[in-house]
């Protein structure tokens, strides 16, 4: 069974940078797809970012490119996203998602496998 365990949430002030990791295990990860999403209070899910775990594919959402990167250590089948300048509307609780299949998507729904999510709170 695939378990994937976030971490590297936390309090941060506004400009401040956070790395998140998320360690996959319960099987081995060859070319399926990784992504990030988010939840702020009171709103939906939101589509952050996404990866395989082969070859350099990557996907951002459009608000966030250039602020956040996506990568992989497939040697540690561990995903992470770098988010630097952060805001205090990036405050959420963040998800990693695996799914089995390699395409890369922006819909939660498309995604079989969901960690607990860790909270990033940016203050102003």
């Known amino acids: 069974q695939v378990q994937l365990v976030e971490s590297g949430g936390g309090l941060v002030q506004a400009g401040d940078s956070l790395r998140l990791s998320c360690v996959a295990s319960g099987r081995t990860f060859s070319s399926e797809a990784m992504a990030w999403f988010r939840q702020a209070p009171g709103k939906e899910r939101e589509f952050v970012a996404a990866?395989?775990?082969?070859?350099?594919?990557?996907y951002y959402a459009d608000s966030l490119k250039g602020r956040f990167t996506i990568s992989r250590d497939n040697a540690k089948n561990t995903v992470f996203v770098q988010m630097n300048n952060l805001k205090p509307e990036d405050t959420a609780v963040y998800y990693c998602?695996?799914?089995?299949?390699?395409?890369?998507?922006?819909?939660?729904?498309?995604?079989?496998?969901w960690g607990q999510g860790t909270q990033v709170t940016v203050s102003s």
């Open positions: 990866i395989r775990w082969s070859g350099r594919f990557t």
């Open positions: 998602a695996a799914r089995d299949g390699t395409a890369l998507s922006t819909v939660d729904k498309d995604y079989d496998y």
